[in-house]
């Protein structure tokens, strides 16, 4: 069976918890946050998620965890056949990562302590974030799912990046990022209400308290030092 590393308030194992349950892929979960010298050992850069197959594979980075499940489990595909098609899914993926949810992300530390990022950190990830939704607005169909008429990849993996830039986004710089994008908002409530989404979020909330403790410990930590 296979072990999901990390914690349910990370968007990022979220996205792969997400698409094993979709897949119906049996799992067991494994609660570590990321700085462990445990995580060190299935993820080479420390980070959440990853993964350990039955055979003792350890795999890390949402996508390529997600592209791996993929191709071993290919019932119940979540990419299009076609090339093309396939191609436009990962390019709204890529997209989401690069220009909403890695700026959204410089915004984190901010969020935690409290305290308002500096006004050149603000204005540099509004310009990012900008990009983001005019390349957004370009390639998303919402026509019902984010790539068009079937559910994929890009649906999980858009869901969860909204959930930091949401957040980020409101707090630091005062602005409702996913109602720049025309039919977002809409797509989002509809993911939000599947039992799969409703589990995870419901984790996400059971484990928040715990993930704040940790948190605070690391920011004491390297105020000590
Ligand atoms: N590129 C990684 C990013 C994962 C990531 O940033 N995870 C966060 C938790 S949501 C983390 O482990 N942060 C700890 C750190 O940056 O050291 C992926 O796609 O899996």
């Known amino acids: ?9 990370s968007n990022y194992y979220n996205i792969v918890k997400h698409t094993l349950l979709y897949k119906e892929v049996p799992f067991q979960e494994n609660l570590i946050f990321a700085g462990s010298d445990e995580l060190l050992k299935v993820s080479p850069v420390g980070k959440v998620p990853a993964i350990t197959t039955a055979e003792g594979f350890n795999l890390s980075e949402a996508n390529v965890i997600c592209d791996f499940i993929e191709e071993t489990y290919p019932d119940t595909p979540l990419y299009p056949t ?29 969020v935690f302590s409290g305290t308002q990022a500096p006004d050149t950190v603000k204005e540099e990830v509004r310009q990012v974030l900008t990009r983001g939704i005019g390349a957004l607005n370009q390639v998303c169909q919402f026509s019902p799912w984010i790539a068009g008429k079937e559910l994929t990849m890009a649906d999980i993996y858009m869901h969860y990046v909204n959930v930091v830039v949401k957040a980020c986004a409101q707090a630091q710089l005062d602005w409702d990022v996913l109602a720049e994008i025309p039919g977002m908002k809409e797509w989002n ?10 589990k995870i979020e419901a984790d996400r909330v059971a484990n928040m308290p715990e993930f704040m403790q940790h948190v605070q410990a690391q920011i004491q930590a390297a105020n000590a030092k």
């Open 189 to 198: 409530k509809t993911m939000s209400q599947s039992d799969i989404a409703q």
């Open 82 to 110: 076609d090339a093309s098609e396939r191609a436009a899914v990962r390019q709204i993926m890529k997209i989401a990562e690069l220009y909403l949810e890695l700026p959204s992300r410089r915004l984190i530390p901010y």
């Open 1 to 9: 069976m296979i072990t999901l590393h990390g914690f349910a308030a």
